[in-house]
């Protein structure tokens, strides 16, 4: 069964970094070389929102809000994604989720909180 297992989060000042982990484990094989993986952000009464996403080939996409302060990034062959994320502001304030999918399986983590404090 595949899992993702997120970690790095914390609390953290205005203009300061973080780097987030997504592993994937349950599969014998490279499957981030097929997947899309994704960070979402949510915060208590909003929707899930995309943050940024690294297609099986490394195409990479962005939010609006966090484009030039973020970085997707990809391990193939350890099944690791990476979210690194500077420049970080109040508003970038939630739970992330790593996201995979792949042909039928749509996964998600279980999510890392990120504080940052003014």
């Known amino acids: 069964q595949v899992q993702l297992v997120e970690s790095g989060g914390g609390l953290v000042q205005v203009g300061g970094s973080l780097r987030l982990s997504c592993r994937v484990t349950?599969?014998?094989?490279?499957?981030?070389?097929?997947?899309?993986m994704s960070w979402y952000r949510q915060t208590p009464g909003s929707q899930r929102d995309l943050v940024a996403s690294?297609?099986?080939?490394?195409?990479?996409n962005y939010a609006d809000s966090v484009k030039e302060r973020f970085i997707i990034s990809k391990d193939n062959t350890k099944n690791e994604v990476y979210l690194q994320m500077s420049g970080l502001r109040p508003e970038d304030t939630a739970a992330y989720y790593c996201?995979?999918?792949?042909?039928?399986?749509?996964?998600w983590g279980q999510g890392t909180q990120v504080t940052v404090s003014a």
């Open positions: 690294i297609s099986r080939l490394g195409s990479k």
């Open positions: 996201n995979l999918k792949m042909q039928s399986k749509d996964i």
């Open positions: 349950g599969t014998p094989r490279s499957v981030l070389s097929l997947a899309s």
